[in-house]
């Protein structure tokens, strides 16, 4: 006897799997290329999503709309088996995982905030002062004075 999961009753055409999902059919099959999906084959070399995969594409999705890359998303799959739909315990260690990604992302973003706000926005674009341009002064602490190649405070 066949897993259920395999059972032509809980296979999706990839029609199916886009409707359920509320994207493209196209999009599924990009996905699908990434390998973040696993579809078996018909006797036409047609193929079919177990339904779990459903859950899957789901996190896809709730991937995109955090910004995760795609490429994670793939890793994290490795680490399930691609047998069964994610369990709770796995969207929950996903979950802490991105939250922790996001954590960092804001404090990146508070942090890019403060050097805008150390620019007095005058337009000098000065490499010794301008907090955009030498965020905590790193080219001075080199020691070398401000310098980047192809850059001069010096318009002539
Ligand atoms: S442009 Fe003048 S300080 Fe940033």
Redesign the pocket.
């Known amino acids: 006897m066949a897993d259920e999961h395999l059972r032509p009753t809980t296979l999706l055409t990839i029609g199916e799997l886009a409707a359920r999902a509320g994207i493209a059919t196209s999009a599924v099959r990009f996905y699908d290329k990434q390998g973040l999906l696993t579809s078996v084959r018909t006797a036409g070399n047609q193929r079919r999503y177990p339904r779990h995969t459903l859950r899957r594409l789901s996190i896809v999705l709730a991937a995109r709309r955090f910004g995760i890359p795609l490429e994670e998303v793939a890793e994290l799959f490795e680490a399930l088996p691609s047998d069964r739909m994610p369990s709770r315990r796995d969207w929950a260690r996903i979950a802490r995982l991105w939250h922790a990604r996001l954590e960092a992302r804001r404090r990146e973003i508070e942090q890019l905030e403060s050097e805008l706000t150390g620019?007095?926005?005058?337009?000098?674009?000065?490499l010794s002062?301008?907090?955009?341009?030498n965020p905590g002064d790193v080219l001075g602490a080199a020691g070398t004075g401000p310098l980047r190649l192809g850059w001069t405070d010096d318009p002539k």
């Open positions: 620019c007095l926005g005058c337009g000098c674009l000065s002062t301008c907090t955009v341009l």
